[in-house]
């Protein structure tokens, strides 16, 4: 069974401040991973993709893999109110489908 | 089109009754895959088509729940005897390929309430 695990939250930072997410997952033979935002009541929508091992930077966002670990963070810098929304790890494996974690639940604070 | 296209956007229905939830992927999107979330609760694979295929359909609940895909383009996603517990969104997502690349692309989903 391919498992995603995340912790549930809620992680509240105040604004301005470091968000850390985290995200373990099962199957070694994963190729690549994925960081889903997801807002109340909308369908999830992507933030960022990583496929090597180290860190990926993205404005605001840096997405960090390690395949020995097999662990995948993703780091907010600067938090604003309207990051505030669930953050959906999702990794996938050569042709098979996409296996999500249970999401974790972000509060930035004003 | 644009982007993934979903119908219909909410559906009441009674308790016994069949449904049929519609997605229409970006186009040239090869892969399409369904999602099912409960009120609260995390996105539970259903079905994926590579093509009109459909190389992993383990979680499909029961034998009530079916889905094809015509023409490597639209796909339903058909309930039959709804129950209670069949009360969701009902995600869709395509992606350019299904081989260890390609992120995945979400429609807006299908509500669905099972009275």
């Known amino acids: 069974q391919k498992e995603v695990e995340q912790n549930s939250g809620p992680l509240s930072v105040p604004e301005g401040a470091i968000a850390s997410l985290n995200c373990t997952y099962s199957d070694r033979g994963s190729q690549s991973f994925f960081w889903y935002r997801q807002y109340s009541g909308k369908s999830p929508e992507l933030i960022m993709f990583i496929y090597s091992n180290g860190d990926k930077e993205d404005g605001r966002f840096t997405a960090q893999l390690n395949k020995a670990s097999q662990y995948v963070s993703l780091l907010i810098r600067d938090s604003q109110p309207s990051d505030s929304a669930t953050y959906l790890c999702a990794v996938r494996g050569y042709g098979q489908n996409f296996v999500f974690g249970p999401g974790t639940r972000l509060s930035v604070l004003p | 089109g644009a982007g993934v296209s979903q119908s219909p956007s909410n559906k009441v229905t009674e308790k016994g009754k069949d449904v049929e939830l519609r997605c229409d992927p970006i186009s040239g999107h090869t892969a399409l895959y369904w999602y099912r979330q409960s009120l609260g609760q995390g996105l539970e694979f259903l079905i994926y088509?590579?093509?009109?295929?459909?190389?992993?359909k383990s979680g499909l609940p029961s034998d009530r729940f079916s889905a094809e895909r015509t023409g490597g383009s639209v796909s339903t996603l058909t309930i039959q005897r709804t129950q209670q517990e069949d009360s969701a969104v009902y995600l869709c997502?395509?992606?350019?390929?299904?081989?260890?690349?390609?992120?995945?692309?979400f429609g807006e989903g299908s509500r669905l309430t099972v009275l």
């Open positions: 997502a395509s992606s350019f390929t299904s081989g260890g690349s390609g992120e995945l692309f």
């Open positions: 088509f590579q093509g009109n295929s459909a190389p992993d």
